[in-house]
């Protein structure tokens, strides 16, 4: 972080300067970004997407590894409905991604309800479905350190999980998979999404999507979390989804459903850089949400037009300052220009 003036401070972003990359996309939740201007999205057929710097793309289905004797088989759009599809979580659906060390596809699918692993042809194998014997849940995120460690965020154990939405139950948490397989590090979580460290990785940062906050621990050496505290403001203006670090030390956020991009400062001031809500759908969205009735019907009419359901963010481009949007109900990435660069993930260096 830099002590001149936050480049934020009176910023927004122009819509009439956003783009697009891609087309046809299923549910591009998160995006990775590479050096060479690639960007590889989840899909909600089973794969990802590769999206090259030309604007071509690739759609790359996994092929699962089962016993030596058995046929593999690719997976395969099925044609489910949006209450199957976002609501009951059928079918494989990738969420979270990250780049293993030498460049596979670590996902958290939030419809097989596991941690895999995907080869960039498209050779798909399960890490995980299990923690301490019982069903793993809505694994959200996953996320590689330095230490070539995988955390992993867990939303909830409720099924179906938009239950928590009302319920608030604070049974999301964070595992941590290394050399000694895979154990939780951190839980009581209120719908925990995105996890991100920042560029010492002293804290790991947790949104905590129903609890409208952001959480971060203090990262010790063998992996175990502590001093836990919450992180800006007791209670952000909707429901934080994903996040990013810039080089500064703002800390970028999305809120899905009424499709915002807030930034908090290192001081802990919220600053709005896009707002694509709608004030009609936000206002009823927001009554329910208060008085926990929210219905599927009513999420599912509450979003904005530029990005859908706007679940996260990715900084890239040759100079870092190339913001990508993610969504749930999208079916391209628009992109702008940033006056601030993004704090480079592990695979950037």
Known sequence: MVSSANPLKDWRVDRHSIRTIGHDLQRPECILAERDGTLWAADARGGVMRINPDGSQQLILPVVERAPDAEPTQAQEDGTSFEERY?????????GLAFAENGDIIIANWGTDAVEIMTRDGRLRTLYREIDGQPLGKANFVLRDSKNRIWLSVNTREHPWTNQLNTRTADG?????????????????????EIRLDAREEWLYVVESTAWRISRLRVQPDGSLTDREIYGPSRLPGFPDGFAFDAYGNLWVTLIFTDQLIAITPEGEVLTLLDDSHPETQARLFAHYESHTLTPEILAATHGTIAPWLASLTFGGPDLRTVYLGSLRGTTIPYFRSPVPGLPMIHWH
């Open 87 to 95: 609501v009951q979580a059928q079918g494989s659906l990738p969420n």
């Open 173 to 193: 948490y964070i595992a941590l998979i290394d050399e000694h397989g895979i154990r939780i590090v951190a839980e009581g979580f209120c719908g925990t999404n």
